[in-house]
């Protein structure tokens, strides 16, 4: 089969594709997995750690190696025990647990990775969503009040159309908004969450960046570059800085002395030491919660990394003994969320096709390098999709 293949570990891999690359055989196939002719693949961040090496310690690839998590396509073949999916099926889905193999004309994924394709999404938009939604769904369901939404309507599908008699205020900030999980995490709070809250929701991006954060549905957009912030974000908020932090504009112009769930898609030191400094946590009716999605520091996953990033996490929970602090979490989406990912793609980004508010790059098979550059960049608007075609 045709298969886009790297053969060692490097920032920008020497990506070949190849015509002859072995392809999965159906009675090789588990009792719950299912071959699927894969159209379309998601490149997601997580591809690049994977190429570079830099999360070896962790996740070590066997060479020849064919990278990619998410995918859409057809099924080709069934496992035994498989019920949810026959041969002919229009899926879309993400492999667990850091499994790679989307780049390719087939690939093996276990049934419960998968979900029927949303009828009105093209097989590039299904490709999109699988690791990037499961991971904002994640970071959402650290707070309480969320979490127990999801449960219900997860157990209950039929109470989504349930409205509460009362509804509470919730304001959420999501830091890196233009990117993937930024973009779904402003219409999972804009087309989800604000049926059951008043949503006021904070994003933060770039100056060029800021007209299509607004066509998501923030309500108050903030350019970092013109906040303490753009000096970087691995450094805690210098109050020498002449520019006011990211929460000084929240509770200065905007008057909110403290948001309910913090969405970091950045990482760093800066953002969460910015929440701890300038927004008053304790007048949260529940805990604050911050969801950071990347750790702070070196992006290399070593002995001395690992050791630093968990004594940071260890700090920050025992901080939040106190509500003066937000509630720390690191988010390491591995999978296996197959109910939130259907609600979230046929429940809410299929609701009035809001899933076309964000922005697919495409490339074919042949544009890989290009591909791989712009998700590594960490500068591309939305989600970037391969064409296997």
Do not use: W
Not at 11 to 23: A, L, R, T
Not at 132 to 139: K, L, P
């Amino acid at each position: 089969m045709k298969a886009i293949i790297i053969e060692d570990y490097a920032e920008f891999p020497d990506f070949k594709i190849v015509q002859d690359h072995p392809k999965p055989k159906q009675d090789a196939l588990k009792d719950h997995q299912v071959l699927v002719r894969v159209h379309a693949a998601g490149i997601n961040p997580g591809d690049c750690h994977m190429a570079s090496g830099r999360v070896k310690m962790a996740v070590k690839l066997k060479f020849p190696c064919v990278l990619g998590l998410d995918a859409s396509g057809v099924v080709s073949a069934v496992g035994k025990k498989v019920t949810q999916f026959k041969v002919g099926d229009l899926v879309c889905g993400g492999k667990a647990g850091a499994k790679t193999g989307t780049f390719a004309e087939y690939c093996v994924f276990e049934d419960h990775d998968l979900i029927k394709k949303p009828k009105d999404m093209d097989y590039n938009k299904a490709a999109a969503f699988a690791t990037s939604g499961g991971t904002i769904i994640d970071a959402y369901r650290q707070h309480p009040l969320v979490e127990s939404l999801l449960k219900k309507h997860i157990a209950h599908p039929e109470k989504m159309n349930e409205k509460p008699k009362e509804m509470e205020d919730f304001k959420v900030l999501v830091i890196g908004a233009s990117g993937g999980t930024g973009s779904i995490a402003l219409l999972f709070a804009k087309h989800y969450l604000a049926k059951y809250f008043n949503i006021k929701v904070y994003a933060v991006c770039s100056t060029r960046n800021v007209e299509y954060v607004k066509s998501l549905g923030a309500d108050v957009v903030i350019d970092y570059t013109q906040t303490s912030a753009k000096d970087g974000t691995q450094e805690k908020h210098q109050e020498s800085s002449e520019l006011p932090s990211i929460c000084e504009l929240i509770k200065g112009e905007n008057g909110d002395q403290y948001i309910d769930l913090v969405i970091d898609c950045v990482g760093g030191y800066y953002f969460y030491d910015d929440v701890c400094q300038h927004l008053d946590c304790r007048r949260a009716d529940s805990h604050v919660v911050y969801s950071s999605l990347v750790p702070p520091g070196p992006a290399e996953l070593t002995l001395s990394t690992l050791i630093r990033t968990g004594i940071y996490i260890s700090s920050n929970k025992m901080k939040a003994c106190s509500k003066k602090y937000p509630k720390y979490n690191l988010i390491q989406y591995m999978g296996k969320a197959q109910k939130e990912f259907d609600l979230l793609m046929n429940r809410v980004l299929s609701e009035g096709n809001c899933f076309n508010l964000i922005k697919i790059t495409t490339f074919k098979m042949d544009e890989i390098k290009k591909a791989h550059e712009m998700v590594h960049s960490k500068r591309a608007i939305g989600k970037v999709v391969l064409s296997i075609e």
